[in-house]
């Protein structure tokens, strides 16, 4: 996606937007399961685990963007994932 358009002509915001999947849901399905993919053999690193580690003594909230879910695989527990976890959705439809 670094050339700004995916394979379709649109950005990838656009692509996996609920515009997209509400019009086009092929096009949207297709990149959610490239994301998916691409998180599925990778792993937190040492940011996710300090934010962890933060929370063993204080109280520590974690927003994040990303639909990785390394913060729940790092460990952490008060986790809002803003846009949803990739590894946890499912067709509505089906």
């Not at 358009?5 to 399961?33: F, N, Q």
């Not at 913060?71 to 089906?94: E, F, L, R």
């Amino acid at each position: 996606y670094n050339q700004g358009v995916t394979e379709d002509g649109v950005s990838i915001e656009e692509a996996i937007s609920g515009g997209m999947l509400y019009s086009r849901p092929e096009v949207c399905w297709k990149y959610i399961a490239q994301i998916e993919e691409s998180c599925r053999n990778a792993a937190p690193n040492k940011g996710h685990k300090a934010i962890q580690a933060l929370e063993e003594t204080f109280e520590v909230w974690t927003l994040t963007q990303n639909v990785d879910g390394f913060h729940h695989q790092a460990g952490s527990k008060n986790v809002i994932d803003i846009h949803g976890d990739v590894h946890g959705i499912s067709c509505t439809s089906c």
